[in-house]
């Protein structure tokens, strides 16, 4: 159970959000500029809110009144940006063993495994990012984030660099995540579509506000 | 054709020794330093960046008289350095390495702190998302990926040190076998009758020595880039 309940002054933008969600997968839905990202940032710990509470399964990681900020590194919510970030320096093998090796792991070939396979990039462990193809380079994302065992997931647009055909290529395997992985996943996007195929509970914001909370029929284009 | 006394080879060991201690030891100093100037804001910021930048400024003869009246005998940390731990800059190599290290240090972290200002920070902070501690980040991406700039730093320092004269003679006098290395060599040379062949031949080695490191740095940093950006 995901608590979020925050203020954060951006420049010419306020953000005041305050939602709470349960269930596999979040959407956090609007148009660009409506506060999305800097919102999961909050949730990650990259950014401080001005004010207000964050709480993961009764865990405080914000609580500005109490002066409580858990750090990032010590939040284990792993985060799948917009602009991917592999790291260049490292083969893909050790971009995906990074999380694990951080978080002190036990070596668990089987999860490798399995999340090598469930995104198809097996074949890819002794390559280095820059020769990877934008497909290529969004799974290894996923899988570098899985593999650091999180408790959520954030996902920021991941379809979003991605023209139509690479987000047929990316979209199953979303879909196999969600309902293979067993992690709950808070994801960003400003496409209807995809959030109906994806998210089981919607968060619409609009310029920094959550404006509707609920099913898939809070899209805009739902039939009444 | 070159064949060299038994003077010179000790000044030029002298040398290589001096440079390659005073690099060694200001390395890591410079880094951390780099890594402040680079991606730390705190209070007195521009008065650490004009301190370590005042050798490069300075006239090298003030530089050897402050390490003088600071590391000498009588100075203040040079006697407590003595008393306590004894160690000795006054007139010894290890001083020279110590004017060295610190007549290089601008050259030094300049190339570091540059180097680490380019690593993006959004990978730093993909780090911290993925469970790495700050000092973690650093030594996992940073560094490596600011590692051209570290070597580059260093055959700077390196050759800087190589050449140091003022400071040097100023600080710890021109000892041979102790604290003659090349550059003093050849400046005594030149001043003694006959010693033009003596002082030249010191000239090739110390212009071979400034290629070499010219070479290993370029060698150096296409491994590197290599290494950031290979398959």
Known sequence: MLQVDVSKRLGEVVIEASFASEGRVTGLFGASGAGKTSLINMIAGLLRPDRGRISIDGETLDDTAALVHVPVHRRRIGYVFQDLRLFPHLDVRANLDYGRRRNRLADDAVQRKRVTDLLDIGHLLDRRPGRLSGGERQRVALGRALLSQPRLLLLDEPLGSLDEERKDEILPYLVRLRDEAGIPMVYVSHDASEMRQLASRIVMLQRGRVTALGGAEVLPGTPL | ?231
């Not at chain 2, 390490?67 to 005998?73: A, P, W």
């Not at chain 2, 010693?195 to 940093?221: K, Q």
């Open chain 2, 1 to 231: 054709m070159l064949e060299l006394s038994p003077t010179e080879w000790t000044a030029i060991l002298l040398s290589l020794r001096v440079a390659t201690v005073a690099t060694v030891v200001t390395t890591p100093l410079g880094i951390a330093v780099a890594w402040l100037l680079a991606r730390r804001e705190f209070w007195g910021k521009a008065l650490v960046d004009a301190l370590v930048h005042l050798p490069l400024v300075l006239p090298p003869v003030v530089t050897g008289y402050l390490l003088l009246l600071t590391f000498g005998r009588r100075g203040p940390a040079g006697a407590w350095l003595a008393d306590h731990l004894g160690i000795v800059f006054a007139f010894r190599w290890t001083g020279a390495a110590l004017a060295c290290g610190i007549m290089a240090f601008p050259l030094l972290v300049r190339p570091i702190r540059l180097s680490i200002e380019a690593v993006d920070r959004r990978l730093e902070q993909a780090a911290g998302t993925l469970g790495a501690a700050p000092w973690q980040v650093f030594l996992t991406v940073t560094l490596p990926l600011a590692l051209p700039g570290v070597l580059a730093g260093m055959v700077l320092g390196f050759a800087k040190a190589i050449g140091e004269f003022g400071a040097t003679i100023t600080f710890v006098s021109n000892i041979p076998g102790e604290t003659q290395t090349i550059s003093s060599a050849i400046y005594s040379l030149i001043q003694t009758p006959e010693g033009d062949s003596a002082a030249l031949r010191l000239v090739v080695v110390s212009i071979l020595i400034s290629m070499a490191a010219l070479i290993a740095s370029e060698w150096f940093a296409r491994r590197a880039l290599l290494r950031l950006h290979g398959n």
